[in-house]
């Protein structure tokens, strides 16, 4: 069973600043990874696919790498709108989701 | 536009039945792969079900297994979420999404969610 682990749970920042967030898998895992914004009280929001690929009308400030094992959502310039959880997914294994990052603001 | 509503939740008791639907427009419903991901209260994202465009192929998390069966109707554009034997744990709002590409496994849109809450 692939597992995907994220840190750290919870994040404070300030807006502007620079926010980096991590994902790992517990096997390789190639590309197939992606990464969602989900605000209170609203649905999941697709930002970035295949570990670096933005979706449609995503901010050039979100930006994914990674490959393999370990992943990183960087999140250039904090806006205030930014501050959610964030959740990584495999698009194998049956679309196992990480347990989420919180971004909240300092 | 994409456009996923959901319907159908509500309180049910343990070992009761309740069945989801989602109403979508926008898009080439019939094109599509579509999921239920779901999320239980103050938790995180748990995928439950897909379904391919043409209905035929089929998968569940092992957690609803054998009690949760997906289907569509892709002269309706819906989507359905048929649960049995409904157990406390499966208390969560209940997501219908849609696949990037089909059979690719991210999911772009989603709709509002509907809330399920399993309690005697």
């Known amino acids: 069973e692939i597992v995907l682990t994220q840190s750290p749970a919870t994040l404070s920042l300030s807006p502007g600043e620079r926010a980096t967030l991590s994902c790992r898998a517990n096997?390789?895992?190639?590309?197939?990874l992606a990464w969602y914004q989900q605000r209170p009280g609203q649905a999941p929001r697709l930002l970035i696919y295949d570990a670096s690929n933005r979706a449609i009308g995503i901010p050039a400030r979100f930006s994914g790498s990674g490959s393999g094992t370990d992943f990183t959502l960087t999140i250039r310039s904090l806006e205030p709108e930014d501050f959610a959880v964030y959740y990584c997914q495999l698009r194998t294994n049956w679309y196992t989701f990480g347990q989420g990052t919180k971004l909240e603001i300092k | 536009q994409v456009q996923l509503v959901e319907s159908g939740g509500g309180l049910v008791k343990p070992g009761g039945s309740l069945r989801l639907s989602c109403a979508a427009s926008?898009?080439?419903?019939?094109?599509?792969?579509m999921s239920w991901v779901r999320q239980a209260p103050g938790k995180g994202l748990e995928w439950v079900s897909y379904?391919?465009?043409?209905?035929?192929?089929?998968h569940y998390a092992d957690s609803v297994k054998g009690r949760f069966t997906i289907s569509r109707d892709n002269a309706k554009k819906s989507l359905y979420l048929q649960m049995n034997s409904l157990r406390g744990e499966d208390t969560a709002v209940y997501y219908c999404a849609r696949d990037l590409r089909p059979g690719w496994g991210y999911l772009d849109y989603w709709g509002q969610g509907t809330l399920v809450t399993v309690s005697s």
């Open positions: 379904i391919s465009s043409s209905g035929t192929t089929l």
């Open positions: 096997q390789n895992v190639s590309s197939y």
């Open positions: 926008g898009f080439t419903f019939s094109d599509d792969y």
